[in-house]
């Protein structure tokens, strides 16, 4: 054998060792590695990625944005995390994203109007998927999602990352022990103080390098504002629903989790643009909405713009029996003492000492690679029953009117809320696919 050749031999031979070895680590074969594509990129789909990639052999194979400044950025980013952008696909439209066929795994970080018909077409592109809350901006758009990882038997998991953390096992288990005594009010309360009304401000052109019409997709068309776009879409019905379905999805779960319930029978609501009437925000800065159950009520409480919520915390869910109270939230849970009656049950602060987004993809990376879907801690199902919880209350606020649930339809018993509410309106030639 000439030396060149024995050269070039062991030099493969090198190559293909390091790269073996690069595989390895972690344990992770090249077949375990789960390529993931971003589509929406700018905010909570930014932080997904990120907590994604902390995960032994997910890779990025792609992402996605209307906005090329957002794009621009990304890359800058994920070259200073190391990561070979050239190997990383760049796209505009969901849809072309979707057709990439070595992407395992997607992530969906777009405007709430959105969820829906990303996730039901990735699925049927094959790919699972990781859905930010809300995971449907209308109830008929939860079904249809349902219905579409049925279908598909895809693994998707909602971005309700707080399922995750420990310490909300912990105090959920505390009040399934029945220590508590009977609980007859959950109280569920978003006072934030960091989030203020919107000023007023005049339409404008579409900033460069902005696809506005694929940012609109099935919404209503109208002309570009800045106060409609990016973050602040959350205050505005064409995109989402407000803090009720912003923050509600992740504190009345809870609610709905500690007391092994599901749909209410009643629904009201009061509330209003209180703070600043003359706000742009639409959805209202104030509401309190009263979800009546058989044995107990679920009672919830927002206002935008300030901070003094209750118990002194400015979001919680506190589970209120006869023999103690559990208040618990992001930063953790305890029980106060029902002083008067017996028996007595008090639990010091227990504070969170994990953190939930990562433990959320570390458990959805898990199900991608093991297919066992009931193993997720935040499948749609689960992630259906409470944005349909937070889509009842904002409907009834909408409508002004108290509201009867039909378990056994899945609708309203007043039809003509059903016919204005229940689906959303889809715009510019969308539709809602049917599953």
Known sequence: MSSRRKFIQHTTLLTAGALLASSFRNGIMPSDQVRIGAIGINGMGWANLTAALKVPGVVVAAICDVD?????????????????????????????????????????????????????????????????????????????????????????????WQRSQQHFTD??????????????????????????????????????????????????????????????????????????????????????????????????????????????????????????????????????????????????IAFIGNAGTLVLNRNGWEVLEEKKNEPKVAVPFQKSMDNGLNKHWENFIAVVRSRKAEQLNCSIQEAVKIARLSQMGNIAYRSNKKLFWDNKQGQFTDNSINQQYLAAKYHNGYKLPVV
């Open 171 to 316: 105090a959920v288990n505390f009040v399934h022990s029945g220590q508590l005594g009977n609980i007859r009010t959950v109280k569920v309360w978003c006072y934030l103080d960091w989030k203020q009304p919107l000023d007023r401000k005049p339409d404008s052109a579409v900033p460069p390098g902005v696809d506005y019409q694929q940012w609109l997709g099935p919404a209503q068309n109208r002309p570009f504002n800045s106060n409609r776009f990016h973050f602040t879409f959350r205050w505005f019905w064409d995109y989402a629903g407000g803090l009720m379905t912003d923050w509600g999805v992740h504190l009345l779960d809870y609610a709905l989790m500690g007391m092994k319930a599901d749909t209410p029978k009643s629904i009201a609501t009061l509330g209003g643009k209180f703070a600043k009437p003359d706000s742009a925000d639409e959805t209202p800065d104030t509401l309190m909405a009263l979800y009546e159950f058989d044995r107990f009520n679920i009672i919830w409480d927002h206002a935008v713009g300030i901070g003094n919520g209750n118990y002194n915390r400015d979001h919680g």
């Open 68 to 160: 090329q400044s957002v794009i621009d950025k990304r890359l800058a980013d994920l070259q200073k995390m190391g990561i070979d952008t050239n190997t990383v696909r760049v796209y505009r439209d969901y849809r072309k994203l979707l057709d990439q066929k070595d992407i395992d795994a997607v992530i969906i970080g777009t405007p709430d109007h959105w969820h829906a018909l990303q996730m039901i077409h990735a699925c049927e592109a094959g790919k699972d998927v990781y859905v930010e809350k809300p995971v449907g901006n209308s109830i008929v758009e939860c079904n249809a999602m349902m219905a579409a990882q049925k279908r598909y038997g895809k693994i998707v998991q909602a971005g309700q």
